[in-house]
């Protein structure tokens, strides 16, 4: 409860800002996003690897997910849930709930 006020709070002071400012936040929390995918996720790591792409030296903005094909339903199946789980948390599966559906 008191993360999502906090993240209601931050939209909130985030639609006052210039737009320049959100811009720059932006790029910053998308960078933040794809070095933590490349660093923890062996899915995105061998994407980002196949397309000759890390973002800690090769991020120039929105247009850098270009590189990154569109996660399908397929991929998830085929690839399984370790390959987008940090591997240190691998052990931990087990005390999370899985469901599997039809769609």
Do not use: W
């Not at 800002?17 to 794809?34: F, I």
């Not at 998830?76 to 005390?95: M, N, P, T, Y």
């Amino acid at each position: 409860m008191i993360e999502r006020l906090l993240a209601m709070r931050q939209v909130l002071r985030d639609q006052k800002c210039p737009q320049a400012e959100l811009d720059k936040l932006v790029r910053e929390r998308e960078l933040a996003v794809l070095v933590s995918a490349f660093e923890h996720t062996a899915y995105y790591l061998d994407v980002m690897r196949a397309a000759g792409y890390d973002p800690r030296v090769d991020f120039n903005g929105p247009e850098d997910l270009a590189v990154l094909p569109i996660l399908t339903k397929h991929i998830l199946k085929d690839k399984g849930i370790k390959a987008f789980v940090r591997e240190s948390d691998h052990e931990h599966l087990d005390q999370y709930f899985h469901d599997v559906t039809s769609g």
